[in-house]
């Protein structure tokens, strides 16, 4: 049975439980690299009632497992075995109990909580574009200012996203925008191919691109101020 699945599968071109989707990436001219290949984290959307960026309760605190809200080892009852898939319960409930715990849970760590705020799009929450933009240059030079960049093991996949976000809207910004996001784009970013485009970049902005080995110029150019 099994050598069936797995001929129906390649044959059509489905995933079965033997059988998987496998993508190669052909790379030519300077997007080749001989280089050690690296693992990335890929920012993906949270499932409804999930917020990803913000630390899961410490159950070590509360004497056991918790289990709809109750500490199994404080009750009296034994640590369970191997997880089983527990009866259904109504959605309604689900997604409630959901909501209590996540407000239940402090974080007080503020590159969390400003990471908690970005936007799919790997910007931050605004009216419009030019908005977003200043409040993605803003979160990036406050993570820069704590030590968070594009090289970061936990966030760096989300310093990677917002920075791709920048220079996906940068044609359509005005020139002040168009600095001040090229300006907070080079304080969190540490790889060489993405510094090398973000330089280019700057080349059209004489103001930024005088000032790119001067970290404290960079810093006052990516404050969001009275730009548009």
Known sequence: MKE????LGV????????TA????????????????AETRVIPVHAPAGWTLARPRPDLTKTGGILCG??????????????????????MGRMRAESAK????????????ELLARQL??????????????????????????AGV??????????????????LEALPRLAADLATLALAAAWLVADGRRTRDELRRL?????GLAAVLDDDAQVRALATPGEVR
């Open 101 to 112: 715990q996540e407000e239940s849970v402090p974080s007080g760590d503020p590159v969390l």
């Open 149 to 166: 960049r594009t090289t970061h093991t936990k966030y760096g996949a989300q310093v990677k996203k917002a920075i791709e976000a920048l």
């Open 11 to 18: 044959t059509h071109g489905i995933a079965t439980r033997y």
């Open 21 to 36: 989707f496998l993508v190669v990436e052909e790379r030519t001219g300077a997007r080749r690299t001989h280089q050690q």
């Open 120 to 145: 799919a799009s790997g910007l931050w929450p605004g009216s419009d574009e030019p908005a977003r933009v200043k409040a993605a240059a803003g979160a990036l030079a406050t993570l820069a200012a």
């Open 202 to 206: 700057a080349a059209s902005h004489p």
């Open 4 to 7: 069936r699945i797995i001929d």
């Open 69 to 90: 809200g109750v500490s199994m080892l404080s009750a009296g009852m034994p640590a369970p075995g191997p997880m089983m898939p527990a009866a259904a319960a109504p």
